[in-house]
């Protein structure tokens, strides 16, 4: 089994410019997380889906969108990217979201907006 | 003030130095994780607990669930285990995972 899988590992991107990360899984997850982790600061949860077609904001959601519009693909949207957004994403899932179960990671995706 | 809060942010170590590393907390949690961080890579669950103790080779976690506290120990450190370690809780309001900033350890041969 590949686990959690992210796409693009690395990006660079103009100020404005959009793009979309990729998060697939293939343990049959029903919840699924993006995260941004910054320098000197915890993971901090960007939006959260708890099944298809469903998705919730998380601490820091503005300026991101998702979608899940299948069971085992969750993406992550940027429609203008900012400086702000530099940052490393992580993509996670988990079988029930309770807490008390182990996290799946992906291995993140570096961003650079310039 | 940080509702996750560890201890050391770094620490550097022997190889075969026994290592602890430690977490407190400020909120109600229902478990805690420790995970792994390589430089460049990915992030691993090492452990994940309520109450007690947990062992796994090398690696022992406990957890205080009175003081709010957890410790990440690791016997015999090897250059191999130079990694940040996470500690997060399952907390607050909505259930979410709460993070730590990370401890980062470095382990000299």
């Known amino acids: 089994n590949a686990g959690v899988t992210q796409t693009p590992k690395f990006r660079v991107l103009k100020t404005g410019q959009s793009m979309t990360l990729l998060c697939a899984q293939d343990?049959?997850?029903?919840?699924m997380y993006w995260y941004r982790q910054d320098p000197g600061m915890g993971l901090r949860l960007i939006h959260y889906?708890?099944?298809?077609?469903?998705?919730a904001k998380g601490e820091v959601p503005d300026g991101y969108n998702v979608s899940r519009l299948k069971k085992q693909n969750f993406l992550l949207g940027l429609e203008s990217a900012a400086p702000s957004q530099t940052s490393v994403y992580f993509c996670?899932?988990?079988?029930?979201?309770?807490?008390?179960?182990?996290?799946?990671f992906g291995s993140g995706t570096q961003l650079s907006v310039l | 003030k940080n509702e996750v809060e560890q201890s050391p942010q770094n620490l550097t170590a022997q190889e075969g130095e026994f290592i602890t590393i430690n977490c407190s907390y400020s909120?109600?949690?229902?478990?805690l994780h420790w995970l792994q961080q390589h430089p460049g890579g990915g992030i691993v669950s090492l452990f994940m607990?309520?109450?007690g103790k947990k062992k796994h080779g090398r690696l022992i976690a406990t957890i205080n669930i009175q003081e709010k506290h957890s410790s990440l120990h690791i016997t015999a450190s090897h250059p191999r285990d130079s990694a940040v370690y996470i500690c997060?809780?399952?907390?607050?309001?909505?259930?979410?995972?709460?993070f730590g900033k990370g401890t980062k350890l470095s382990v000299k041969p």
């Open positions: 889906s708890v099944g298809e077609g469903t998705t």
């Open positions: 997060a809780v399952t907390g607050g309001s909505q259930g979410n995972l709460i």
């Open positions: 607990l309520s109450s």
């Open positions: 996670a899932s988990s079988y029930s979201g309770r807490g008390e179960e182990k996290l799946f």
């Open positions: 343990m049959n997850h029903e919840y």
């Open positions: 909120v109600g949690i229902s478990a």
